[in-house]
Each structure stands twice: as C-alpha cells, then as structure tokens.
C-alpha cells in the first residue's frame, strides 16, 4: 500500500468529518494522532442545521464505498446504535458515477486475457447498474445464454483496504480511552467487519453462497437462484443467468399479473424459514429490490454478497428464546441471553429481569396472529445492550432479516403474520433437534470430546505444573477453614481427579481397541489393553469402597 496515498486518504477523511461538524471528535475523542490535526482544518465547519443522524448519514455517502457499508452495517445494529441513527443510515445509497467502459474492458482482460467481444456473443458498454462495488452489464454467452455480469470497480480494493487499515487505527486508540469503545469491543467489530467486506469484494465467494443455497432448495421449487457461469466469473468478475421477473413491492404488476399475494408472502417466509431452521446459512440482504417474481409463482432471489450463518447451538438458543416469550418466562428467558451473551462488567440481573417481565408482559393475552417476531427480537436485543450484554452478531443479523420479512409479507398481505406461519416450522426444528438419532449423535460427540480432554489431560496438568514451578500463579486470597474440612475436601479434590483419569482410560482404551481392530485381541497389544482396563476397572472398585465408606 502507497503510504503517500495512505496518507492522503487520512487527511481527505478528516476533512470531510470536520466539514461535515464532527470536529468534536478531535476535542472529544482525541483522534488527532491518526486523523491529523483538527486546527489545520477548523476554518472548514460550518453551521449545519441538520440533525447529526442526517449528517452522519451524509458524510458515509461523501466518504465512499467503505463508509457506506459501514452504514449499512450499522443500520442492522440496533444495539449499538439508538434509532434514530438506524433509521437515517437504512436510506445510506450509492451515488457512484459509471465506470468508464474502457476500465471494464482492463478488468475483464487481465482476468481471462481476453477482450469482452472474445468471451461474449454481446456485451453491453451501458451497465445495467452501477454501485460503489461493482457495475453491472448484460451479456450474452456464445450459446445463446442471456447473463449479467458483475465487474469490480478497478482501484476500489486499495481504497478500501486504506480505509480499513485507518478504521483499525481509530478503534486500536479509542478502546482504551472511551469506556463505549471498550464495552461494545470495537477492535472486534472492525475486524468483524472488514472480513465482511473483504468477502463481499471476492466475487468468487458470492458465487460459492449462491451455489450453497440453491443446493438447500434442490427439491423445494419455492426459490430459484441463478446459475453462475464459473468459466466466465473470477475473484473481480461474476457472471451470473439474468432474471426476469416482477419486482415483489410492485403490487399492480402483481395484480394484473393475477398473482396470488398471499401465497407470495407465505412463499417468503417459507424460503427464510428454511435457510435459518434447516441450514443455519441465510440471505442477510432480503430487500424487495433483490426479490422478483416469476410468472408461475416461482421467487427468484439476486444478490448473495452479504450472508448470515447460524449455528444448531443458537439455533436451540433462539427455539428456547421463542418458547420462554410463550411461557411469559422471564427467568428461562434471562437464562438463555446469558448463555448466548458476553459481557465486560457484572450485569444488573433483576434490572434486566424487570425488562424483560415489562417486555413480555405485553404479549399477554394477545393471540399468536398478533405478535410480532421482529418487533421481540428487537426488543430482545435492546434490552440486552442496555444492560451491557453483548450478544453474538450474527443473531442481530437474523434480527434485521426477520423485520425485513416480515415487512416484505406485511406489504404483500396486510393480514399475513410471520410468527403465525412460523410456528410449524419452529415445532418441526424442535422435534428434529430432539430426536433420538440427533441425541445419539450428541452423545457420540461429548463422548469422543471426553475420550480427546482425557488423552490431553497428562499434557495439560503439565503445563499447570509449569505454570506453578515457575512461580506464575498469583494467589491473593485467603481462606481459613477447619484442618478437618479441608483434609476432607483435599480427599474430594483427589478423587475427582482419578474419578476423571480413570474415565479417561477406560475410553481412551475403548478408543484404541476400535483403532487396532481384530489385532487388539492377539499377542502383546491384547496382554497391555487387558492389563491397562483391569487397572481401570480395580481403580473404579476402589473409588466406589471409598465413596461407600465415606457415605457410611
């Protein structure tokens, strides 16, 4: 990366935030050792009328392609943010100008060192589209195949890596100083986002989560994904099959279409049910723009740089989530967030338990038909940031997929209700994930996790044992018990630990026998397992005389 460029890409962002009135971060924050110094551009702020939301919002779009994702990032964010700043960066847009065709031409050219006329049958100089990303152009492949290819704007990965680099900057100086930047962990959240955004540059990586998901509906005719054409798409360039359809808010297309809306809606949610319940792995950008509908019903969803993934953990989490809101069980409810959550400081439990009793409480009564799912995963997620509980991000992801639906299904259908056509789906993830084979396979796995922590015991208590020779262990409290309590619990202590040893053998064996197949039953192997597991087995008989004559 040119550090002159570098350097010239700081002072133009601390530019546009001075003049913009955010010089009150210099002052505030003291974000001059990385942004330069505000003096040099105090002359340039000027009155401004406008709310600082707005002005936010603004100074993303003047800041380019790596503020403006940012923005959308954050407009998904409702705990970090309150809402009028997730309400003014939802409207963040892309007012790019176009990539000059010649720029396209270079793009495609060192990618395939062939020209564009060379690769297409037709190729459009006029882009379909154009985003602070990428640029949009039809084409048609030599067999006839109408496609749209997607072009990276040249330049834009340096940009964005410059801009990166001074973000990282920003939140490295910040952490330590500013108790918001600490509590919220905002190093994390600008790695987490720039592996976001570095992915969204790799348009290979697009075409790999639409391929994924298209394998998820193989057999469900609900959602067409299009095909990407591998042999023209690289990490800059993504060819992809061009969808024709209805766009999903233009209802009177719909209606002279003779479309039925309500199926559409139940379509919807169907599709987002499935990638979340049954796969764990969603579309994390379902706005109407990226939905068109086909003539026989069939939806087709574009646009695959932005996924969310869920794993079977928070996927129980949020069924049990679900289950404590329709018990109006505060305390489950307090349990599952702070299983899921992370958090700096102690948290406020009966503040939090109060919230969460006012939260619920206004679902009493009411029928399923009239709750919301987004509007309690909203509140959810606001009830925990308040008390300073960080939950995972991709849940809040989830969250903002789950308005946009619901949204999306309120505008088809205004009767339509999410959460009522939700609740087979959430029966149906229950039974499975409490079946008896994927309990087995639960077990199967803890068994095999306790047979590795038993084989990696002796290493670890090494370790310990080195720590503590080497004088590394601190203690600074004390306790003074009886001699007799603590011979006793010195006792306890001791057979736990050959309780756990022993196990470990046992499996461990088990685990070697499996390994050795029928030669575990022949010559020396067979004398050094019988002799290890008659060891095992004495040593459990003696922990049992022990145990019964400590109960005696």
């Keep these: 990366m040119n550090r002159n460029n570098s350097r010239q890409r700081t002072i133009e962002i601390g530019r546009i935030l001075v003049r913009n009135g955010f010089g009150w971060l210099w002052s505030k924050w003291g974000i001059g050792s990385v942004l330069g110094s505000f003096d040099k551009h105090a002359d340039e702020a000027k009155p401004d009328a406008r709310s600082q939301p707005e002005r936010l919002r603004l100074t993303f779009e003047e800041l380019g392609t790596t503020f403006i994702k940012l923005g959308q990032t954050l407009s998904t964010r409702p705990d970090l943010l309150p809402p009028e700043y997730i309400a003014e960066l939802s409207k963040l847009q892309d007012h790019v100008p176009e990539v000059p065709y010649e720029d396209i031409e270079s793009t495609i050219r060192h990618e395939f060192n062939r020209e564009p006329a060379e690769l297409f049958q037709k190729f459009d100089p006029k882009p379909r589209a154009a985003g602070s990303v990428a640029q949009v152009h039809r084409a048609v492949l030599p067999d006839g195949t109408a496609v749209v290819v997607k072009v990276r704007r040249p330049g834009i990965d340096l940009l964005v890596e410059q801009d990166l680099a001074i973000l990282g900057q920003v939140a490295r100086l910040l952490t330590p100083r500013v108790a918001f930047a600490k509590n919220v962990d905002l190093e994390g959240l ?319 064996l088990s685990v070697l026998a499996l390994a050795y197949g029928p030669s575990a039953s022949e010559g020396f192997v067979s004398f050094i397992l019988k002799a290890a597991l008659a060891a095992g087995v004495l040593t459990c008989a003696w922990l049992l005389t022990a145990f019964w004559k400590s109960a005696k």
């Design 190 to 508: 600008v790695d987490e986002f720039a592996f976001t955004l570095r992915n969204e540059l790799d348009f290979s990586r697009e075409g790999q989560n639409a391929e994924r998901i298209a394998a998820q509906f193989a057999d469900d005719p609900s959602l067409h994904v299009p095909t990407v054409f591998w042999d023209f798409s690289a990490h800059t360039v993504l060819t992809m099959e061009e969808i024709q359809g209805i766009k999903i808010d233009d209802l009177a297309s719909l209606d002279a279409a003779g479309l039925d809306r309500r199926e559409l809606a139940k379509s919807c949610a169907h599709i987002a049910l499935v990638q979340v319940l049954d796969n764990g792995f969603f579309h994390a950008d379902p706005h109407p723009g990226n939905f068109f509908v086909q003539l026989d019903g069939t939806i087709a969803l574009i646009d695959y740089g932005m996924v969310g993934r869920i794993g079977d953990r928070l996927r129980a989490s949020l069924l049990r989530l679900a289950l404590a809101v329709s018990r109006k069980d505060a305390d489950r409810l307090l349990d599952e967030l702070l299983t899921m959550g992370a958090t700096h400081t102690s948290v406020d439990r009966a503040g939090l338990t109060r919230d969460i009793e006012k939260m619920i409480s206004q679902y009493d009564g009411l029928p399923l038909g009239q709750i919301s799912l987004a509007k309690i995963m909203r509140e959810v997620t606001s009830a925990a940031q308040h008390h300073g509980l960080k939950l995972p991000s991709d849940l809040v992801v989830l969250a903002r997929v789950v308005a946009m639906d619901e949204g999306m299904g309120a505008t088809l259908d205004p009767d339509f209700n999410f959460m009522e056509y939700a609740q087979p789906f959430f029966v149906s993830f229950w039974k499975k994930s409490h079946s008896l084979s994927a309990m087995a396979a639960r077990l199967r796995d803890g068994v095999v996790d306790l047979a590795d922590m038993a084989m990696e015991l002796p290493e670890t208590l090494k370790r310990v044992s080195g720590i503590v020779e080497r004088g590394e262990v601190t203690v600074t409290s004390r306790i003074e018990l009886p001699e007799d309590i603590v011979r006793k619990a010195q006792q306890a202590a001791n057979r736990i630990a050959i309780s756990v040893l022993a196990a470990g053998l046992i499996i461990g």
